[in-house]
């Protein structure tokens, strides 16, 4: 009989790094249970993949409940993602302790490690700034490198359930190099010129996860809007300049307000001109563009995978950067006006765009396979 595997996710970045080791265990002969809520449903649907509702199962998704599922089921592994805001996970981990079941943690990008596990979320963050202790705890946390380690063995975490294994969903992107021919056609259908220059905005739901607004004090000292603006008047001067057409695509992120940019959008025109694009391929669109800008989302990193040019702006950044690749030194973020404007200028007058290699995060699925089996053959 083969041993069975319960994944749980909620939220997009979540269902991104389970989906793969879903295949990846299936492929191994195990049988998997597959459950979602809210957004990670849409992305197991968009993957190929049928999950289960977990609100359709249970009544509030808390322990007892969790735990009742957990019985009827008997998995020998849980493994989920981590969210947020939601407390799903933890109350899973917590459930899944309590009748012997082995759980694994998988995170998928390399800030707020700690708040995951605390008995908070970022909408209460000020909350766990105060008492920064994690209650909430899997057998194992699966990081994706050793920075991630490091980070975490600093708030408190015992080094002894952290694992380094990669990104699964990061070595997942680098397969999709393939659709270049697809990708192709969408600059046409997005209407931008054979001599025009695509940007992809790539914005985080800052404004809404950490309750802020324009003019109220800032978390990371900037928003997505605040980035945005700082962008387009940096293209602006560019433009004026080089006389180039620019067409900036922002891509929605789905816990985003439909209306989020809509001042911004109507007051640009002309040689630059923005609109807003949630359907089309995101891989596609990636693979169209001529530079992918952003903040710390898990989106750079996707293109990087996809060998893209990439860059982070953190302008007015009041805290450690939050882009891994920033820390790293693999690409710095840009962090004043004057060093946007330059690296614009050089990318869109002359191509000057600069492509970042990732590199150690090939394998995730296997090693995720592999520390299972060990696990449960100790078990």
């Known amino acids: 009989m083969s041993q069975r595997v319960l994944f749980f996710s909620r939220d997009p970045g979540g269902a991104n790094v389970i989906i793969p080791l879903v295949r990846g265990f299936q492929d191994q002969g195990y049988s998997v249970d597959l459950y979602g809520k809210d957004m990670a449903l849409d992305r ?7 999950g289960v509702d977990l609100t359709a199962e249970v009544k509030d998704a808390g322990y007892e409940e969790l735990q009742r599922l957990l019985r009827g ?13 939601d407390f799903t996970e933890k109350h899973l981990w917590r459930a899944a302790g309590s009748l012997g079941i082995p759980s694994f943690a998988v995170l998928d990008q390399w800030l707020n490690y700690g708040i995951r596990f605390s008995n ?8 766990y700034e105060q008492d920064k202790t994690h209650p909430y705890l899997p057998a194992r946390i699966l990081v994706m490198d050793e920075t991630a380690r490091e980070d975490m063995t600093r708030l408190g975490f015992e080094p002894g359930i952290l694992e380094v294994v990669g990104h699964p969903y990061l070595e997942a992107v680098a397969g999709e190099k393939k659709r270049l021919d697809a990708a192709a056609g969408l600059r046409d259908r997005l209407g931008v010129g054979a001599d025009d220059y695509l940007i992809v905005f790539a914005p985080e739901p800052i404004s809404k996860v950490y309750n802020e607004t324009d003019d109220s004090p800032h978390y ?10 700082e962008v387009v008047a940096g293209l602006e001067r560019v433009c004026a300049q080089c006389g180039r057409k620019v067409r900036v695509v922002i891509r929605m992120h789905p816990q985003e307000r439909p209306d989020n940019y809509d001042e911004i959008i109507r007051e640009h025109g002309g040689r630059i001109s923005l609109l807003m694009d ?23 990193l996707e293109a990087a995978a996809l060998d893209r040019p990439i860059v982070s702006v953190l302008i007015g950044l009041a805290r450690e950067s939050p882009f891994i690749l920033d820390r790293t030194g693999a690409s710095p973020s840009i962090r004043s006006r004057d060093e946007l404007e330059s690296f614009l200028y050089k990318a869109i007058a002359y191509g000057q765009a600069p492509v970042v290699s990732l590199s150690g995060y090939q394998g995730a699925a296997a090693r995720v396979i592999n520390l299972a089996e060990g696990l449960l053959c100790r078990g």
């Open 44 to 50: 197991y649907r968009a993957a190929g993949l049928v």
């Open 73 to 85: 089921i008997s998995p020998d592994l849980v493994i989920t993602g981590t969210s947020a805001n």
């Open 120 to 127: 908070h979320g970022l909408d209460r963050i000020s909350l």
């Open 220 to 229: 990371w000292g900037y928003t997505e809007r605040t980035i945005l603006k």
């Open 278 to 300: 949630s359907k089309s391929n995101v891989f596609e669109l990636m693979l169209c563009s001529d530079l992918i800008m952003g903040m710390s989302s898990m989106f750079l």
